[in-house]
Nanobody, 125 residues
Framework: VQLQASGGGLVQAGGSLRLSCAAS????????LVWFRQGTGLEREFVAG????????FYADSVKGRFSISVDSAKSTLFLQMNSLQPEDTAVYYC???????????????????WGQGTQVTVSS
């Protein structure tokens, strides 16, 4: 499956952005779908994930209550609604997918074999 991320941009602290990740080639059925982010000089970190089989959602503690992950299965599009953005949220955001991720590895980047190209989110103070 090919993933295309979009929706990043420059926003002031306290603002909102909605990221999208469109899939081509196949549907999201049976996939675990996750957003990661990577700040400059930092390791890639888990942000949020959703299992298409159960719709269970998972969030990093740093974004809980501010970010919301969702999927439109009919359009094969993954979303990340980001509210109350802070400068520390500045990063390149990547969407990723895999059909074979066990729960204990949900937050591990190497568990995913499909990646979008990344979209830059910059939050100014």
């Amino acid at each position: 499956v090919q993933l295309q991320a979009s929706g990043g941009g420059l926003v002031q602290a306290g603002g909102s952005l909605r990221l999208s990740c469109a899939a081509s080639g196949r549907t999201f059925s049976g996939y675990t779908l996750v957003w990661f982010r990577q700040g400059t000089g930092l390791e890639r970190e888990f942000v949020a994930g959703i299992r298409s089989t159960s719709s269970n959602k998972f969030y990093a503690d740093s974004v809980k209550g501010r970010f919301s992950i969702s999927v439109d299965s009919a359009k094969s599009t993954l979303f990340l609604q980001m509210n109350s953005l802070q400068p520390e949220d500045t990063a390149v955001y990547y969407c990723s997918a895999s059909r074979s991720v066990i729960l204990s590895n949900l937050r591990v980047p190497s568990s995913y074999n499909y990646w979008g190209q990344g979209t830059q989110v910059t939050v100014s103070s």
